[in-house]
């Protein structure tokens, strides 16, 4: 993908790095091609990166509008998108990565997700926003309004009942 935001770790490690990311019309045609939107015609994240542990921690929010087709009308349609960030990542060989090395990993459900294992010390923001979008978009878009009616199909006669008829007139 073309829209990236690069932070690295040694940025944040001098005090907490803020950022205001809004992708060109271009980057938004190409997100929405990604998550196989109509389009995105309008996208901003506040991100704020700050130091945790020997990694780093992204928390923040991003609002948007995205187009999708309709799953009853087929019809395109608009709706405001938005959502929260809050994630943390560590470097490579860090002591604090999750391992699953062979050994049990004891999940908490109601505890925070462990961190992201990044490939170097370059956090790519853009892409845990954009993460984070498609996260919050409705896989089963439905226009506002729209509804669904089914009516059944009308019975079949079998070749049985058919002949049934012919021979029985109460039938």
Do not use: N
């Not at 389009?39 to 992204?58: C, H, I, M, N, R």
């Not at 294992?117 to 923001?125: P, T």
């Not at 853009?126 to 059944?152: C, M, S």
């Amino acid at each position: 993908m073309t829209w990236s935001v690069i932070v690295k770790l040694h940025e944040v490690a001098r005090g907490p790095v803020r950022l205001d990311l809004e992708p060109t019309a271009e980057q938004r045609a190409e997100i929405a091609r990604t998550l196989k939107l109509q389009s995105l015609p309008v996208f901003k994240a506040q991100v704020t990166v700050k130091p945790w542990l020997d990694g780093a921690e992204l928390a923040g929010r991003f609002d948007g509008m995205v187009e999708q087709i309709c799953g009853i009308t087929l019809e395109p349609f608009q709706q405001d998108i938005w959502g929260a960030i809050d994630l943390r990542v560590v470097p490579p060989g860090s002591p604090h990565a999750t391992t699953t090395d062979g050994g049990e990993v004891e999940l908490d459900p109601d505890g925070p997700d462990a961190p992201d294992v990044l490939e170097s010390d370059a956090i790519d923001v853009a892409a845990y926003v954009v993460e984070h979008l498609a996260l919050e978009i409705d896989p089963f878009p439905r226009k506002p309004g729209a509804t669904f009616e089914y009516q059944a199909p009308e019975a079949e006669t079998s070749p049985f009942a058919a002949l049934k008829k012919l021979t029985d007139p109460k039938a």
